[in-house]
């Protein structure tokens, strides 16, 4: 048999034929929530993800959906990919190939092959997984200890070789370490016995309303400001910018758009601050991801990594900063995410009321009134 790079150079006219057996073999279809099935060792916990949930029936069509085609033995055959910003439109298609020892997996999307995959067992145990696609290719190999799943040694074109190291004990996975070169990480840890997340967010936010002021006292800035906005691109993840706009420079953005006068990307000085690699802020991040990926929809962690973002600049509004920075009287501190997709909610939850309602008065906030 020709090797996965030289099959995956032929999968362009093989589309309509993969499709078409695979379909054959259908059984019976469940919807699925992402990121699906996987059948690699560790595919999902590497990342702070979990498979997909089984859905009784098909969600809205301005929701990501799998369809998943199982086979009489129950394995995965066909996998079709909806776009919710497509108006559930198919717009992945991946079939799968069971043989005794080998399975292969082809996934295309409207512009042809993206990738191919090759796993191969020993005595029921994936032992490698060889991969080639559009930009790349990489392979991984698994090892076993009393049947779970000890070691993964991961090569992938362009960057370094890596392995993961599992520890199990008799409540499963224990530890999931990350090995580079000279560098480890972990990927995943167990919590501790009487680990209580919500505790450990009230911790991270009474860090975070000492080290604020410390690192926005830093900025340069000369004239009075009118706000300091607390910057995330993920909630789950612990890492801020800190933006500040003096008075000017709000009214400038303002007279261009109302929404603009809150978009930190648009700020002048800045700093950060990153609590991610500290202990315990890396449990709470891999916890607040972990409740994400029980429901991509619901993603309960964001929403917590919100509601502590909220909590830290509402707290920070009680404060006097006229030690700290040049502040014009009406001077805020509101948190937001890069997009400003939480902009309405998290400013209602970091202002106080008459505060909120003096920007409505100068129509700061005019053009999103009632949305969110």
Not at 336 to 351: G, H, K, P, Q, T
Request: hydrophobic share 40%; glycine share 6%.
């Amino acid at each position: 048999m020709p090797d996965p790079a030289a099959r995956f150079a032929q999968l362009a006219d093989e589309h309509e034929a993969r499709k078409r057996a695979a379909t054959a073999l259908v059984e019976g279809w469940d919807w699925y929530t992402w990121p699906g099935l996987d059948l690699r060792p560790l595919h999902f916990e590497r990342d702070l993800r979990k498979p997909g949930r089984r859905l009784d029936t098909r969600p809205p069509l301005d929701r990501d959906v799998l369809r998943i085609g199982f086979d009489a033995q129950g394995r995965v055959v066909v996998v079709e990919e909806y776009s919710g910003f497509l108006n559930g439109t198919r717009y992945h298609e991946t079939f799968f190939r069971h043989g005794d020892e080998v399975v292969e997996v082809a996934h295309f999307d409207l512009d042809g092959p993206i990738y191919l995959h090759e796993y191969r067992f020993e005595d029921g145990l994936m032992h490698t997984a060889t991969m080639v696609a559009r930009r790349g290719s990489g392979r991984e190999s698994y090892a076993y200890t009393d049947g779970r799943i000890s070691r993964v040694e991961i090569e992938h074109s362009g960057g370094p070789p890596a392995v993961l190291v599992a520890e199990h004990d008799d409540h499963g996975l224990h530890r999931l370490v990350e090995v580079r070169g000279n560098q480890s990480r972990t990927r995943y840890a167990r919590p501790p016995a009487g680990f209580d997340l919500a505790a450990a967010c009230r911790a991270i936010e009474d860090s975070l309303v000492a080290l604020v002021p410390d690192a926005a006292a830093g900025l340069a800035v000369d004239d009075p400001i009118a706000c300091l906005a607390l910057s995330y691109d993920r909630p789950t993840q612990l890492v801020i910018d800190i933006s500040a706009a003096t008075a000017d420079e709000r009214a400038e953005l303002a007279s261009i758009d109302a929404r603009a006068a809150w978009a930190p990307a648009d700020f002048e000085a800045s700093t950060g601050i990153d609590l991610g690699d500290t202990e315990p802020s890396r449990l709470v991040q891999q916890e607040l991801a972990l409740l994400d990926a029980d429901d991509d929809d619901v993603a309960a962690g964001s929403e917590i990594g919100r509601r502590l973002w909220c909590a830290v600049a509402a707290r920070l509004n009680l404060r006097d900063w006229s030690a700290t920075l040049p502040v014009t009287d009406d001077f805020v501190v509101y948190a937001v995410d890069l997009e400003l997709v939480d902009l309405e909610r998290n400013l209602a939850s970091c202002l106080p009321p008459e505060r909120l309602a003096a920007f409505h008065e100068r129509g700061l906030f005019a053009a999103f009134v009632g949305r969110g």
